[in-house]
């Protein structure tokens, strides 16, 4: 395939495929590090790459020199990295994607991904991204998505994924998303909101309640106590810069206002009960893992 690097080829069918693009759609690198850390949890193989020279500017997307453990220089391209998670279970193997958002041939790019998702055989993408917003970082990280479907948007909402109405500029995820939509893949694309006002980069909170959300769509078994206790070291750190700046805590204190406002407050009798959410979901699932013949 034209663009594509194939360091091994691997034998199974894949029923989910993760992505995450660093960049303009990766605040806080919420979003690319979420990955990363279930590459090196479950943990993934590397497969294959894109190479980079047909989908970047390198005046602007620089590569990276580094000096290696020998002394020797190495040159670091814009990654693009596709892995593969192949347990006895079928319904728990993910190729995983960590790319970097290309400056050029958006449609070819998202192209590569798609032809890759065919040939495995992926029964549903989800892309993950991080924004910056006016969000308080002293509550849970906000997060919204949009789906391909009226079955899978309504399997988020009950996760507290929110519908996204976003419009205006976009990135590499829309193009992708649209190029799933031509070839019938089903796909959702979850995003996590990171504080503006906060410069510290990564923002594991973020980046673990993405995972939260992606643990209870797909069939992936991952432990997130490392981000939990990162989350936590993260939120005392800010809360110590925060504490010098009246202005910013008084900012703060606004933000946390308009979160609570804005929270969902509808009746028990609204809220589905914890058997019929696993219900659900597990009926989804199903439906994911059938096969052309089973439908």
Not at 42 to 56: M, N, R, S
Request: contains cysteine.
């Amino acid at each position: 395939m034209d663009g594509l690097i194939v360091h091994e080829t691997p034998e199974h069918e894949f029923p989910t495929m993760i992505v995450a693009f660093a960049g303009w759609p990766d605040a806080a690198e919420a979003a690319t590090r979420a990955v990363r850390y279930l590459v090196r949890k479950l943990p993934a193989k590397k497969f294959a790459e894109i190479d980079p020279e047909e989908f970047y500017d390198f005046t602007v997307v620089r590569p990276q020199t580094r000096t290696n453990r020998r002394g020797e220089r190495i040159l670091r391209w814009p990654q693009n990295d596709l892995y593969y998670y192949a347990p006895d279970e079928e319904s728990r193997r993910f190729i995983l994607f960590i790319g970097t958002e290309p400056n050029l041939k958006w449609r070819a790019y998202s192209n590569i991904l798609t032809s890759i998702a065919v040939q495995y055989k992926v029964k549903l993408i989800v892309s993950l991204g991080a924004l910056l917003d006016a969000v308080p970082h002293t509550r849970e990280p906000r997060i919204t998505g949009r789906a391909s479907s009226q079955e899978l948007t309504q399997k988020a909402e009950w996760l507290g994924i929110r519908n996204s109405g976003y419009q205006g500029p976009t990135g590499i995820h829309t193009a992708f998303m649209d190029a799933c939509s031509k070839l019938d893949i089903p796909h959702a694309s979850v995003w996590g909101h990171c504080p503006h006002y906060v410069n510290t980069t990564p923002d594991p909170r973020v980046s673990r309640a993405l995972l939260t959300r992606l643990r209870s769509l797909v069939d992936v078994d991952v432990d997130l106590e490392e981000l939990r206790l990162a989350g936590e070291a993260y939120l005392e750190e800010v809360n110590k810069v925060i504490a010098k700046q009246p202005d910013v805590t008084s900012y703060v204190a606004r933000l946390e206002q308009r979160y609570d406002e804005a929270q969902p407050n509808r009746p028990s009798d609204e809220i589905p009960s914890p058997d019929t959410m696993v219900r659900e979901l597990e009926e989804f699932l199903r439906s994911q893992r059938q096969t052309p013949d089973d439908e």
